[in-house]
């Protein structure tokens, strides 16, 4: 697929990891100084019709594409297409670089290809919007891919075209070129990083969360029911599983349980203690005491 060349042919070092989930193809390279390039023979000779994201994950390098340069830097995101031609420079520093990159062939990407092709070339911030959705997952992806099989989830898969499809239409026509089925997967996507990112707020409810996204609570609340759930009990799960990771740690032992509760937006220690022992079975002090001498029995 490509033409590589290296200036450190002597002392090159590169190491790659495919996964493909489904029919979406992912890599995660790390490598010294090099140059890669897909040329129009090449293009001639396979073209597997898709369009690609690379994330920098550490490092530098640019790209020319044929619409201009572009430097990637750690949390940048760049567009590209196989069928066309481009040049990747890994810049040459002390350390190695380290990239990502997910393919997505073309008929799978829920966008006209008109719409798709314009975000060819654009740089993307993968620290807000959808860029950081896309980023959180494919870092998330390169730090784990050892312990990926080689074939993966599709349902991944259908997870990264979503979120490609959402990056390449907020660079153009914004999201009203989205597929409603993709806009309302996307758009849960974001709403669950945003409960995320303040489980810790006692004041998140579903109507704030609504609020926060512009959008009804009647059509949040169908957001959910589509994947089996209310927005009220995912949010609940998620502060449960923070608590229960509290719990879990020796260096929060003396932590009280109410405080822990506390933090992960739990104002009544009961209601709390309630919530625990029906998720888990038991109430969370005989949960820490029960993990924390496990680990120390591991331990020795």
């Known amino acids: 697929m490509h033409v590589n060349r290296s200036g450190q042919a002597e002392d090159f070092r590169i190491r790659q990891r495919s996964l493909d989930f489904g029919l979406v193809h992912a890599w995660a390279i790390t490598s010294s100084a090099m140059t890669y390039r897909r040329t129009p023979e090449l293009i001639g000779q396979f073209d597997p019709e ?44 002390h ?43 494919l870092t998330r992806l390169a730090v784990d891919a050892d312990s990926y ?52 707020d006692p004041r998140l409810t579903p109507g704030a969360v609504a609020a926060a996204h512009h959008i009804s609570l009647s059509y949040l609340h169908r957001l959910f029911q589509a994947r089996g759930e209310t927005v009220a009990s995912w949010i609940r799960h998620q502060r449960l599983e923070r608590a229960r990771r509290d719990l879990s740690d020796p260096a929060q032992l003396f932590v009280p ?30 949960f820490r005491k029960r993990r924390l001498s496990r680990g120390q029995n591991e331990n020795r």
Do not use: K, N
């Open 257 to 286: 349980v109410h405080r822990i509760a506390s933090r992960w937006g739990f104002g009544h220690a009961a209601a709390f203690s309630r919530a625990f022992r029906d998720a888990y079975g038991v109430p969370p002090m005989d």
């Open 149 to 200: 099989p080689t074939s993966g989830d599709p349902h991944l898969g259908a997870v990264l075209i979503d979120l490609m499809a959402a990056l390449f239409a907020c660079a153009t026509e914004g999201e009203r070129s989205l597929e409603p089925e993709t806009h309302a997967r996307t758009l849960t996507l974001r709403i669950q990083a945003f409960i995320q990112q303040h489980l810790d």
């Open 95 to 137: 350390s190695l670089s380290t990239y990502f990159g997910v393919l997505v062939p073309r008929p799978l990407l829920p966008l006209p290809q008109r719409t798709a092709d314009r975000a060819i070339g654009v740089p993307f911030s993968g620290r807000e919007g959808v860029g950081a959705l896309l980023s959180g997952v």
């Open 50 to 93: 898709a369009y690609h994201v690379t994330l920098m994950l550490r490092g530098a390098q640019v790209i020319d594409d044929g619409t201009g340069q572009t430097v990637l830097t750690p949390h940048s995101l760049h567009a590209g297409s196989t069928s066309r031609p481009y040049r990747g420079c890994v810049a040459d520093g």
